[in-house]
């Protein structure tokens, strides 16, 4: 049976771009690739506790974090975020498979003025402009959150309001009905995501909103090769791994959440975890 291949938006990426627009960003990471090694050797194979004292730093000889690097160099700053991009694209959007109807917008009971959904760093915006093309007509405010420096970098129409935000700082959106975030406490080492999931729960209505937590979900064994890649990608970049259900049962939990269903399409076991504040 011969193959068939279909245009997706990684590949275009290799076609349009001058450069290798959605991959080349790994080269930015200067020496890392090769300092990761190094780093466990050093270090006898343990991980890193802290995040910004891990392979990367030690491969560039600094304390620059991931982001600082991206924010510092605006072509790998275009090109980390077209790889994002890209890597949503090809898998399809959450909004394609999760039941956004049943679980999320019926139980909606603001109107206009009250918030629906806080995309909290989002990127470009891509899951939250999926989420407004296929629920045009959603009763009230779409929000996307980025870092200050990043809010240009997302082109939206339609009604999605842009907000600068930081992670470590007080959610400023209360009450809104949503509030999800896609591959961001991957970034973060276990005390960071708690920091970070608690601000979320203060700015939460108990019994009504909701958090949903787009990431892998490691099994326990046979893991995905995808997901293995994206694993040691964290590791080496961010000193930091993806989960496995038990240990994003944990992070939840330290935070104050508890995990109402894991959803995990067939695939490469990227799922939508539910959660709401106990
Ligand atoms: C791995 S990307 C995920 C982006 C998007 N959710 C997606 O799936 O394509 C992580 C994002 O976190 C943002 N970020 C990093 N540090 C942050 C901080 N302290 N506050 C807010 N956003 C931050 C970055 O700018 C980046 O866009």
Known sequence: MPYKYVVKVASKGFDEASDLTPFSWASYLGDSGRGHEQFFRATRFQNSPEANNGPLQYGNKNKDS??????????????????????????????????????????????????????????RGQDIKAFEAKFPNTPGRLILQERECMLDEAKLSGKIEKMGFDLFKPQQVKGAKVYYMKKILHDWTDSQCQEIL?????????????????????????????????????????????RTQTQWNQVLASAGFQVVKVWSPPGDSQSIIEAEMV
């Open 66 to 123: 991931m982001w600082n690097l991206i924010s510092k160099n605006p072509q790998f700053n275009d090109d980390f975020n077209a790889f994002m991009e890209a890597s949503s694209g090809d898998r399809g959007f959450w909004v394609d498979w999760f039941p956004v109807q049943e679980h999320l917008l019926d139980g909606f009971t603001g109107g206009a003025e009250d918030v629906f959904l806080v995309d909290m760093a989002g990127g």
């Open 198 to 242: 608690q601000h979320i729960r203060s700015a939460m209505l108990k019994g009504y909103s909701k958090l949903i937590i787009e990431e892998f979900v490691m099994p326990e064994k046979d893991a995905p090769l995808l997901a293995t890649l994206w694993d040691w990608n964290m590791l080496v970049f961010c000193s930091t791994m993806e």
